[in-house]
């Protein structure tokens, strides 16, 4: 600052002491004071003065503009960022974007599209996971992993789709991913912007905490205008929604895309549809200490879920649940190595494990040393003898087999001492069947070695199926009551 400018300030500021605080100064008079103190006017030193004086000559307003000058002068010692958002800003914000989460609202449906988005150190595409509603997906509500150029899904009545579905798909959600990236849309609009194609509006909330708006207007066919609204965060300039226009999505309605998780690194699990065999290694050696930390006649969902982590799958009568939140009552939560819990109105009431013969990970085990792959046997001679034996028990007989002749099915849950066996036909319905406990069903449908056995055991109400007279699936049930449930 030169000396004649301290001097003058100094004399300002002598003049501001002289000056009589009015009550009739009013916000009025001091907007009209910063306006004139910023109108912009000549460096010659003439010109500057004549300006002084005239606003001096309002008695008025000689307070508030003092105060103007003394902000100024103030502000003058500070370096500030004054400059409005442009979408340059935004730009700059996404270098080094790793990870976001994309969600896909239609104005009719009530749940979302939705992708989970890894990039490489190039910031391109390296993996995607894709939810597909019953809305987006002709197959019904589907699951994929997209990584180096393959798609893997599982639909909800089906493992894996069709071939030719599956590589038509990828190709599909690759094109959705780059429509849906808001690093191409802001390019996108500050190049049209640039070439006249687009007209922008920008509005900037004094809040920090409400979004900076950009309203993008342009015309699209048969003279009929179009919006794209943006809603940016003011903090980190990353764009949080995406409001497109009706005829941009062309099925007729209006989408909105949701932008969350920036950069929030995403678990190796997000993108397998099913656990390695490393990771479910890790899980069945654990599963037994696991369980110990659990009460199978008191854990709810909750429970289970806070020990064991969250389920690779939901499933109920073949079909798959891909959200907790859209499962019926009774379903059932899938975990590595074979490994279920069954549940019913949020309550356990079953969990064990069921596995290939001859490809058995061990982990799992009951009364201390059966497990999969025990003979039956050595079963027996663990728990003794069964009471009866039932040999050639036919699968399409699917009558009750209670001893008392009481139907199983019209039992209140809480009086039922047997158990019931489903399987499902060619197209997809459930068979039941229904078993006594403390009766061995050998050679079901006079398969040799294919066996049933249910028994109590140490208070413990456990049951068996057997191939080839050895152990392939074990499971503990519940024996309280859960309340009064039909």
């Known amino acids: 600052m030169s000396e004649i400018d301290e001097k003058e300030i100094k004399r300002r500021f002598e003049a501001i002491s002289k000056f009589e605080i009015s009550p009739e100064v009013t916000a009025r ?30 008695k008025i ?31 700059q914000a996404y270098k080094g974007l790793r990870y976001v989460h994309i969600k896909d609202f239609k104005e009719v449906e009530s749940e979302p599209r939705e992708f ?22 002709r197959a019904g509500p589907m699951v994929g992993v997209w990584s180096e150029g393959k798609l893997q899904i599982r639909s909800k009545k089906y493992i894996v789709a069709d071939t030719e579905h599956r590589d038509s798909l990828g190709p ?5 991913i ?41 015309h699209l066919q048969n003279d009929k205008a179009g919006q794209v609204v943006v809603f940016v965060d003011q903090s980190t300039k990353l764009v949080t929604r995406i409001i497109l226009p009706i005829n941009d999505s062309g099925d007729g309605y209006q989408h909105s895309l949701e932008f969350s998780d920036y950069n929030v690194a995403l678990d190796e699990r997000v993108f397998m549809l099913d656990a390695t065999p490393e990771i479910t290694k890790t899980f069945m050696k654990s599963i037994n200490a696991n369980l110990a930390l659990l009460d199978i006649n008191k854990s709810t969902v909750a429970d289970v879920i806070n020990v064991l982590g969250e389920p690779w799958a939901y499933r109920f009568r073949g079909e798959n649940y891909f959200k907790k939140d859209n499962v019926p009552e009774a379903y059932t939560m899938s975990y590595p190595g074979g490994f279920i819990v069954n549940i019913y109105k949020d309550q356990v009431m079953q969990w064990g494990c069921q596995q290939t013969p001859r490809n058995e990970i061990s982990g799992y085990v009951i009364t201390d040393s059966i497990r999969i792959g025990t003979a039956l046997d050595d079963v027996f001679k663990k728990l003794g003898s069964p009471a009866k034996v039932i040999e050639g028990f036919g699968a399409d007989d699917n009558k009750i087999m209670y001893e008392d002749n009481t139907s199983y099915a019209e039992m209140n849950i809480n009086e039922r001492k047997g158990f019931c066996f489903s399987r499902y036909d060619d197209n997809g319905n459930e068979i039941k069947v229904y078993f006594d406990d403390n009766v061995l069903y050998k050679d079901l449908g006079k398969t040799k070695g294919l066996c049933l056995y249910g028994i109590i055991s140490n208070g413990k109400r456990i049951r068996f199926s057997f191939m080839d007279n050895r152990v392939i699936a074990l499971y503990e049930y519940r024996t309280e009551p859960i309340g009064i449930i039909e």
Not at 30 to 50: C, D, F, G, I, W
Not at 61 to 75: C, E, H, Q, S, Y
Not at 179 to 208: N, Y
């Open 29 to 58: 008079d001091l907007e009209q004071a910063r306006k004139n103190l910023v109108e912009k006017v000549s460096t010659k030193r003439p010109a500057e003065m004549k300006i002084w004086k005239i606003i001096m000559k309002s």
């Open 61 to 91: 307003i000689k307070f508030a503009a003092a105060v103007v000058i003394i902000i100024a002068t103030v502000l003058s010692l500070t370096v500030w960022d004054t400059s409005a958002y442009a979408l340059e800003q935004t730009i």
């Open 116 to 137: 989970w988005v890894e990039l490489d150190e190039k910031e391109q595409v390296k993996r995607i996971r894709v939810y597909l509603p019953a809305w987006a997906e």
């Open 172 to 176: 599909e959600i690759l094109k959705i």
């Open 178 to 218: 780059k429509e849906f990236d808001p690093r191409s849309v802001v390019k996108e609009l500050r190049q049209l912007e640039a070439e006249g194609k687009v007209q922008i509006t920008t509005s900037e909330p004094l809040s920090k905490s409400d979004p900076i708006v950009i309203k993008a207007e342009f």
